[in-house]
């Protein structure tokens, strides 16, 4: 097994700064972000802290925001999920609990 490149410090120094993920790949030349994802995950590193990112399980009180974005069909799944700082996974997850808010054409196809 090859060496990393990246060093637990500067990873930790490089998202302080600022970076996003695809920028430390680009920073080290890889070839996929996913190298840099299993060494952060590797060596326990907490996106959160750097990123100030939560993921929000969605709520009721979401319900307009779904209705305006994806019921109507401006958006798709992955971009309201974006918006809401949610999963797509967590999304449909919510929308399989209230098929009213599955756009008409979506709920055609089961």
Same mark, same amino acid.
Not at 31 to 57: A, S, W
Not at 70 to 76: I, L, P
Not at 85 to 101: A, D, F, G, I, V
């Given at each position: 097994?090859?060496?990393?490149?990246? $060093?637990? %410090?500067? @990873?930790? #120094?490089?998202? /302080?700064?600022?970076?996003?993920?695809?920028? *430390?790949?680009?920073? +080290?030349?890889?070839? $996929?972000? %996913?190298? @840099?994802? #299993?060494?952060? /995950?590797?060596?326990?590193?907490?996106?959160? *802290?750097?990123?100030? +990112?939560?993921?929000?399980?969605?709520?009721?009180?979401?319900?307009?925001?779904?209705?305006?974005?994806?019921?109507?069909?401006?958006?798709?799944?992955?971009?309201?999920?974006?918006?809401?700082?949610?999963?797509?996974?967590?999304?449909?997850?919510?929308?399989?609990?209230?098929?009213?808010?599955?756009?008409?054409?979506?709920?055609?196809?089961?």
């Amino acid at each position: 097994m090859r060496k990393s490149l990246m $060093t637990v %410090e500067e @990873v930790r #120094k490089l998202l /302080k700064d600022g970076y996003e993920i695809e920028d *430390i790949q680009k920073y +080290y030349k890889y070839k $996929t972000k %996913e190298t @840099v994802l #299993k060494f952060i /995950k590797k060596n326990g590193i907490n996106l959160k *802290i750097y990123t100030g +990112y939560e993921i929000h399980q969605p709520t009721s009180a979401d319900d307009g925001t779904i209705r305006a974005l994806y019921t109507s069909g401006k958006f798709s799944l992955r971009e309201t999920a974006v918006e809401l700082r949610t999963s797509k996974k967590l999304l449909y997850e919510y929308l399989q609990k209230n098929p009213k808010l599955i756009p008409v054409k979506e709920r055609r196809r089961k």
